[in-house]
């Protein structure tokens, strides 16, 4: 049997033309699914999209810093060229300003290294591929920023939103490619919230993943 690394230099060597996007994601499933989606409607034989997954023993370490260690262990096993990226894929609300500041100055020290923070969290931007925030009042917007729960075992305002918007949604089952539809509409989107881009982190309502949708897309 092949090892692991045998099988990776393979890979690499199969796409050594393409640019290579390697993504690690705070949640489990949801950012997979959307990226896999993503890249699969955007099949191009100059990107290569490769997402990571979590062993079975590390499923609950989603913090910002877990999912940093996951592209650094990537990035010493194997060889990147210069133009591939690497990008982390985290939401604002459960994390300090601290961790946070942390991870975005190691990430800022690595030129492959790209942070893709959403707040208050992921749903925000698949929201936007179906929802413009900009035409909603200022006190829904408040709620759509704030995200909270109607009650302790309710989910978040956004997910319950999305849910309403979609007609059926759950973090690890879910329709992406009704929403990739929309993508182009969610990139416009984002990219109006984000008002201060020179910023680490939208410090706002807003999500930083529009970058990464357009690179997966091959359209930077």
């Not at 100059?46 to 989603?62: G, K, T, Y």
């Not at 877990?66 to 604002?92: G, I, R, T």
Request: proline fraction near 3%; hydrophobic fraction near 35%; charge should be negative.
């Amino acid at each position: 049997m092949r090892s692991r690394n045998s099988l990776m230099r393979e890979r690499r060597e199969a796409f050594r033309d393409a640019r290579l996007i390697v993504i690690a994601s705070e949640g489990k499933d949801t950012e997979r699914i959307y990226f896999k989606a993503l890249a699969k409607e955007y099949t191009n034989p100059r990107v290569h999209v490769h997402i990571l997954e979590r062993s079975a023993d590390e499923q609950n370490n989603s913090s910002p810093e877990h999912v940093l260690k996951q592209l650094n262990d990537y990035k010493s096993q194997y060889e990147l060229e210069a133009d591939d990226e690497l990008w982390l894929v985290v939401d604002k609300d459960r994390w300090t300003e601290a961790m946070l500041s942390r991870v975005a100055t190691e990430c800022s020290q690595e030129v492959a290294m790209h942070m893709a923070l959403s707040n208050p969290c992921f749903e925000l931007w698949l929201l936007l591929h179906i929802e413009d925030s900009a035409s909603v009042t200022p006190e829904e917007q408040i709620l759509w920023m704030e995200n909270r729960r109607k009650s302790k075992n309710a989910d978040p305002y956004l997910k319950v939103r999305l849910r309403r918007k979609m007609g059926a949604y759950h973090e690890s089952s879910y329709d992406a490619q009704a929403l990739i539809t929309h993508v182009e509409d969610a990139i416009k989107r984002a990219r109006t919230l984000d008002k201060n881009p020179s910023d680490r982190w939208p410090q706002t309502l807003g999500t930083r993943v529009y970058l990464l949708a357009e690179s997966v897309m091959n359209r930077d």
